[in-house]
């Protein structure tokens, strides 16, 4: 499975999630960049959502994360949408976009890679595989594409 998610978390919520339909083991290697940048206290520290909104794209083309075609980066003000185009039922739902390890492409949620960075006033910190099984789950049913 290629797909990857990057959720990132603000104050208990996801504020960011990024899906990859391919390249998503790329992901990785974006969660570092988040974390080294915003520990480092450079001007990610202290983005604004519009700033993310802006600037995120550009972010995962450089670390290789999706292309343009399969790579869908939503904020939490903008379910539903992506460049004015209305998306399926899935990126609309809030619930499965509070759901950080939900993959909104398909609806057994599954995803090849993940990471769920959590974004707290003087750092940043990748969650860990436990906290993420504990925290969210996926549906009850068959797993597969």
Same mark, same amino acid.
């Given at each position: 499975?290629?797909?990857?998610?990057?959720?990132?978390?603000?104050?208990g919520?996801?504020?960011?999630?990024a899906?990859a339909?391919? !390249? $998503?083991?790329n992901? +990785?290697? /974006?969660?570092?960049?988040?974390?080294?940048h915003? &520990? %480092?206290?450079?001007?990610?520290?202290?983005?604004?959502?519009?700033q993310?909104?802006?600037?995120f794209?550009?972010?995962?083309?450089?670390?290789?994360?999706?292309?343009?075609?399969?790579?869908?980066?939503?904020?939490?003000?903008?379910l539903?949408?992506? !460049? $004015?185009a209305?998306? +399926?039922? /899935?990126?609309?739902?809030?619930?499965?976009?509070? &759901? %950080?390890?939900?993959?909104?492409?398909?609806?057994?949620?599954?995803?090849?890679?993940?990471?769920?960075?959590?974004?707290?006033?003087?750092?940043?910190?990748?969650?860990?595989?436990?906290?993420?099984?504990?925290?969210?789950?996926?549906?009850?049913?068959e797993?597969?594409?």
């Amino acid at each position: 499975m290629t797909n990857g998610i990057l959720s990132l978390i603000r104050n208990g919520r996801v504020f960011l999630k990024a899906v990859a339909g391919c !390249d $998503g083991y790329n992901v +990785d290697k /974006l969660a570092k960049w988040v974390i080294s940048h915003f &520990n %480092a206290y450079t001007e990610v520290a202290v983005w604004s959502d519009q700033q993310w909104r802006k600037r995120f794209p550009q972010i995962c083309d450089n670390h290789g994360f999706g292309c343009a075609e399969c790579r869908v980066i939503q904020m939490q003000d903008e379910l539903g949408t992506l !460049d $004015g185009a209305a998306l +399926d039922g /899935l990126y609309a739902d809030p619930e499965i976009f509070q &759901n %950080a390890r939900f993959n909104p492409r398909w609806a057994c949620g599954l995803s090849g890679r993940l990471a769920v960075v959590e974004l707290l006033y003087h750092a940043a910190r990748r969650l860990t595989d436990a906290e993420i099984e504990a925290r969210w789950s996926l549906p009850k049913g068959e797993l597969s594409e």
